[in-house]
């Protein structure tokens, strides 16, 4: 039950990713998977992954900016 409930939160992320960039959902996953949050995401650190995905999106697309 937690692998779907991780892969249904990636999806939501990679959809928010997707339309706050406006890019391809494949885009959006490689943006994803290319971020320090995609891994403590998966390994559950920090509770991060309790987080909205609309936050998490957002905390994404501002380490990428820098």
Do not use: F, W
Request: aromatic fraction near 6%; proline fraction near 2%.
């Amino acid at each position: 039950m937690a692998s779907h409930t991780s892969e249904r939160q990636e999806a939501d992320i990679v959809a928010c990713l997707a339309e706050k960039m406006n890019v391809s959902a494949e885009e959006a996953l490689m943006t994803y998977y290319e971020s320090e949050l995609a891994s403590l995401i998966e390994q559950g650190e920090l509770g991060i992954q309790y987080l909205s995905p609309e936050y998490l999106a957002d905390e994404i697309l501002g380490r990428k900016r820098g």
